[in-house]
């Protein structure tokens, strides 16, 4: 590798601008000029600015630029902002058992911007592979960019120079230089300005002919233990990929349904939902709700079962309770890792279909009732002696299709077409009927089975959302140490002071990441204290 040789003697890497010996700058003079090489790595070489050749070196290079990190981070902000746009799959406020009407919803909900959302995969952002490749490319360039800069940010630190070049001292903000009298002891003069910097908070270093002042050198790693609170952020987010580690399911289960509950070996029941309301007397005060009512909590009664056969592939489910309560909003039930929350509801929904069938030729004879359930309808029914009804067709949501032939828009019993048979066993006969939006269709005209409508049952569906996120730990604990960082970086600040004497002068310098007015009051406080021959100098620029 290259080096650069100071007039001083010190040879220095290439990419170095401050010398680390003396601190005089490499590539300026200064005299009266009010730029300086930047402070903030003290000069020291980055090996970004080191080493170009190699491919890898290349590849350091650009993951160390920070405006790629910024370029990745306003991807990552755009695309989480269109993911916002339409809800994600898992929160579609609707039943949607099947790809086909996931497809289907988006749609019909939001039309052509619908079609177009679900078709390039925005349905499902968080979890897609160029979503999250975005995630570790900008944890890449978290760590490469850190250590890029903290490694030769602790080399300067660690190693602070003292007889400083006197080019360094007027590349600073503040500078300021002075004749002392000829019979002035310079040794006592350090000694007093260091015991009133000291006073001030400072940690002095000395030197043969000078000091160097120092306080909240700390404040300096702020900005990188954000960047490992951000990089535990992201491996924590990262690590809900992991099989096991993360789960944010939601399903849909009608009163008395039993459904298993996807990657995990639990099984959820509905017993009961209800809906409570605010009655007029728990009212604060009274409102004008127009016959309306304001509800006070969703609360689906469920039981969780355990499969204790989950591990055995193909064989039947054995269920085992392991809880039973109440699920209500903000109040989710917990099992190990596992957490159930209260998330929706499909209120007085068409459960099933209650008929009556009657002897149309007999004085519309009641021969007996039956039932078919409109989500999981029962083939064949005896519904007198010798008499069954089957069912040889269903349409949960009926639609004409574009063929002429009946066809179902959703899986969702909205509209209802039932196809039925009716077999008298006693005489071999069968007639045919239709059920379609409270009409009935016969196959004969002088029909002999009829049939007649009792209220249909109407049933609740709990929306439950099942979660398992075993990566909340470290994103809490990666957030914390970020905060830690943003107030180290925010509340303090790094503040030196140089006071060297040369030849018959004195020299004072200073430099701080921020606060500039701070830091001039106590370099102002310290030249009158001391009554210091010297008048302090502010460029527009350190």
Known sequence: MDQRKCECGHTNPVGTLLCESCGKPLNVEVFEQIQFPDMRYEGMARRSQTYTKKWIDRIWNTFSSVKIAIGIIIVILVASAVGTVFPQQQYIPVPVPTEADVARFYTDTYGTLGTVYYGLGF???????????????????????????????????????????????????????????????????????????????????????????????????????????LILFLIGVLMRNIPGFYLDEFVWVREGQTVAIPETPYYIKSENYQTTYWSEEEMPEKLELNGGVIPKSFQTDAVLYLNKNADVPGKKPDLVEVQKGPIIVNHPMIEGDIAIYQSGVQEMQLGALNFVLVDVKNGDKELGAFKVDLYNPVVEQEVAAGIKVRVLDYFPDFIMGSDGKPATKTNLPKNPMVALEIVDEATQQSEKLVYLQGSVLTQKSDARFGLTFHKPDLIDISGLNVRIDKAVPLIYFGAFIFMIGVAMGFFWQHRRIWVQTQDGTILLAAHTNKNWFGLRREVDGLVEQLQLPVTIEEKTKA
Not at 132 to 148: P, W
Not at 186 to 209: D, M, N, P, T, W
């Open 123 to 229: 349905h499902n952002l968080y979890s897609s592979w160029w979503f999250v490749t975005l995630l570790v490319l900008l944890g890449t360039s978290l760590v490469i960019c850190s250590l890029d800069r903290v490694v030769p940010l602790y080399k300067a630190l660690s190693k602070p120079r003292l007889n400083q070049h006197k080019s360094f001292l007027k590349g600073q903000k503040l500078f300021g230089e002075g004749e002392l009298a000829p019979d002035a002891d310079q040794a006592e003069l350090l000694e007093r300005s260091a015991a009133v910097l000291k006073k001030k908070g400072y940690r002095i270093f000395r030197a043969e002919r000078a000091i160097m002042a120092e306080k909240g050198r700390f404040s300096r790693w702020g900005p990188y233990i954000n960047h490992i609170g």
